[in-house]
């Protein structure tokens, strides 16, 4: 066999965001599965690594954004700002930049997109609901407004063009759950990887809105909608659950935040320049 052929499924990846929290660990967990990835973010990356390309990038920039995804065959996108924020910065991050992203690849011929939404899409349903895929958006921030604006427009290019996307409505992605809420939306960093692996490698996923969590002993999501992605995750929020005690009654109906799926989202906009 000829030594400089490669053995990885894709040649060059994007991965956009890739100074943030969830960039920082996907930045070498998709290394095996392309030659060259790609990252891109408007912070400071550090140096490139073997196998790595670093392009500094502001989303908002149209010609940069194209430019970006040249020579590209698949994108997760990560990128934009994940907290509430004032509508202008959401704006321009956030519904500017997937736009970007979307038309860029539209215009490579780039077939897929993983698209990093949030359950701040639907953060507005009660704790006491429990919804799957097909069930109306309901934000509960202008961020989870710009998360549904990228899945609607991921639709779009799909419906138009045949770009296909997973949608990723990620729960609370971090080391451990650090409130009694993240009990139900926590998704390990193994988890992640498992699940955007399924969205990556699946032969056709069309478009695909998935509930990105682990597999916790409550949950308010139904993903049997996406069953055809087999994603299948190994952890659970169980081993966390001493770190929170039940006291007293939980959620507490003067506490807004704890009885919707979106916790202190629903009370932390609008907010202004």
């Known amino acids: 066999m000829n030594a400089n052929v490669s053995e990885k499924p894709f040649h060059r990846i994007l991965l956009t965001g890739a100074a ?32 790595e390309e670093i392009v500094q990038c502001n989303l908002a920039d149209k010609k940069a954004v194209n430019d970006l995804v040249k020579d590209t ?34 215009l490579h011929a780039v077939k897929r997109v993983i698209f990093a939404s949030s359950n701040h899409a639907i953060g507005f349903y009660k704790t006491t609901e429990h919804i ?11 961020y989870g407004i710009s998360k549904c604006f990228g899945e609607n427009l ?38 992640l990887v498992r699940l955007l692996h399924s969205a990556v490698f699946t032969p056709k996923v069309g478009h695909t809105i998935v509930f990105g969590m682990s597999n916790n002993p409550s949950s308010w999501w139904d993903n049997r909608k996406a ?11 169980i081993a966390f659950q001493h770190l929170f005690p039940p006291s007293g009654d939980y959620p507490d109906a003067e506490d807004i935040g704890a009885n919707y799926h979106g916790g202190s989202f629903i009370t932390s906009g609008p907010q202004y320049k």
């Open 154 to 191: 991921s639709r779009y290019y799909f419906d138009r063009f045949g770009l296909e996307t997973v949608c990723v409505r990620i729960g609370s992605s971090f080391p451990a759950p650090n409130n009694r809420r993240m009990l139900t939306t926590y998704l390990s960093y193994d988890d």
């Open 20 to 51: 943030g929290g969830l960039g920082k660990i996907l930045r070498e967990k998709l290394k095996p599965w392309a030659d060259i990835i790609r990252l891109s973010d408007i912070s400071d990356m550090g140096e490139a690594a073997e196998g």
């Open 73 to 106: 065959e698949l994108i997760l996108h990560f990128g934009g700002i994940s907290v509430e924020a004032p509508f202008e910065d959401i704006l321009s991050a956030n519904i500017q930049g997937t736009y970007n992203i979307y038309e860029a690849a539209h």
């Open 132 to 142: 799957d895929a097909d069930d109306p958006v309901r934000p509960d921030s202008m």
């Open 227 to 237: 069953a055809h992605l087999g994603y299948q995750p190994q952890d659970s929020s």
